[in-house]
């Protein structure tokens, strides 16, 4: 169950994808997300998505990845799909059986919210896929660095979303372990109702909590051993500089954007 999420993973390579400063792609996955929300029909939708598998075959990524980074939202998919096909009521009627009316308008908005989500877990995902969380970490303080006349703490905001992000595998993998170590003393995770299911999650939650205080604290000593003190004198090996590859990616994204709106003008 675990081992299906892919939040903070990265996959390595050397793709163009790969080879983008980390500022463009964050950037641009801005532009791809407000894209996403400004579609509003079927043959616009078809072309992000093309646009998305495009990025992803240019990544060389595989495909086994992204389909795990959507497989623990299917019931969320199959749920708001069918919430919205019984709840929009406008438009021709396409089928009616005693209270249950299906329209071409529900049809229609359950279609767009389906795939719209799975747009944006897929089209999100390549930035962490592609991107390391220290060139993520330079990259989003890089582009809050403006905000420090304001004394906005870009740095720490920056390198606490890093350490987020990348200690979801690390903890997913620690839930794992624990889990097949439940499961071999004769745990059953599976069976009964949701409450008797949750119930059975506690003896693998509370492990999993004392775990990763434990590695937070082990984290907080060594960034204290090595006088880690913020973004105050800090240097770095890799200087970000924007190249002809980034030009050209915000040039297609952006060239996307404006067919969108122009499309649907």
């Given at each position: 169950?675990?081992?299906?999420?892919?939040?903070?993973?990265?996959?390595?390579?050397?793709?163009?994808?790969?080879?983008?400063?980390?500022?463009?792609?964050?950037?641009?996955?801005?532009?791809?997300?407000?894209?996403?929300?400004?579609?509003?029909?079927?043959?616009?939708?078809?072309?992000?998505?093309?646009?998305?598998?495009?990025?992803?075959?240019?990544?060389?990524?595989?495909?086994?990845?992204?389909?795990?980074?959507?497989?623990?939202?299917?019931?969320?998919?199959?749920?708001?799909?069918?919430?919205?096909?019984?709840?929009?009521?406008?438009?021709?009627?396409?089928?009616?059986?005693?209270?249950?009316?299906?329209?071409?308008?529900?049809?229609?908005?359950?279609?767009?919210?389906?795939?719209?989500?799975?747009?944006?877990?897929?089209?999100?995902?390549?930035?962490?896929?592609?991107?390391?969380?220290?060139?993520?970490?330079?990259?989003?303080?890089?582009?809050?660095?403006?905000?420090?006349?304001?004394?906005?703490?870009?740095?720490?905001?920056?390198?606490?979303?890093?350490?987020?992000?990348?200690?979801?595998?690390?903890?997913?993998?620690?839930?794992?372990?624990?889990?097949?170590?439940?499961?071999?003393?004769?745990?059953?995770?599976?069976?009964?109702?949701?409450?008797?299911?949750?119930?059975?999650?506690?003896?693998?939650?509370?492990?999993?909590?004392?775990?990763?205080?434990?590695?937070?604290?082990?984290?907080?000593?060594?960034?204290?051993?090595?006088?880690?003190?913020?973004?105050?004198?800090?240097?770095r090996m890799h200087v970000l500089r924007f190249s002809r590859r980034d030009g050209l990616a915000?040039?297609?994204?952006?060239?996307?954007?404006?067919?969108?709106?122009?499309?649907?003008?």
């Amino acid at each position: 169950m675990f081992k299906d999420i892919t939040l903070g993973q990265y996959f390595p390579g050397n793709s163009p994808i790969h080879r983008l400063d980390p500022r463009t792609k964050l950037l641009l996955m801005i532009a791809y997300i407000a894209a996403v929300f400004l579609v509003q029909d079927m043959w616009l939708f078809l072309a992000v998505g093309a646009f998305a598998v495009g990025v992803t075959l240019l990544a060389r990524v595989p495909a086994s990845y992204l389909w795990r980074s959507l497989k623990p939202l299917r019931l969320i998919l199959l749920f708001m799909f069918v919430l919205n096909l019984l709840m929009i009521q406008t438009g021709d009627t396409l089928f009616h059986w005693g209270f249950l009316r299906i329209t071409e308008g529900g049809l229609r908005q359950a279609f767009y919210i389906s795939f719209r989500l799975i747009l944006l877990v897929g089209g999100t995902s390549l930035v962490t896929l592609t991107t390391t969380p220290i060139a993520l970490t330079d990259g989003l303080e890089r582009l809050l660095s403006p905000l420090a006349v304001f004394r906005f703490p870009a740095h720490e905001l920056a390198m606490i979303m890093t350490i987020a992000l990348r200690f979801i595998p690390t903890l997913l993998e620690e839930a794992d372990k624990i889990m097949k170590a439940q499961l071999s003393r004769g745990a059953d995770l599976e069976s009964g109702n949701i409450f008797q299911r949750a119930k059975a999650m506690v003896p693998i939650l509370v492990p999993l909590f004392i775990s990763s205080f434990r590695r937070a604290d082990e984290l907080a000593m060594a960034m204290e051993s090595r006088c880690y003190h913020g973004s105050e004198g800090r240097t770095r090996m890799h200087v970000l500089r924007f190249s002809r590859r980034d030009g050209l990616a915000a040039a297609v994204t952006l060239g996307l954007i404006a067919l969108i709106l122009l499309a649907q003008a």
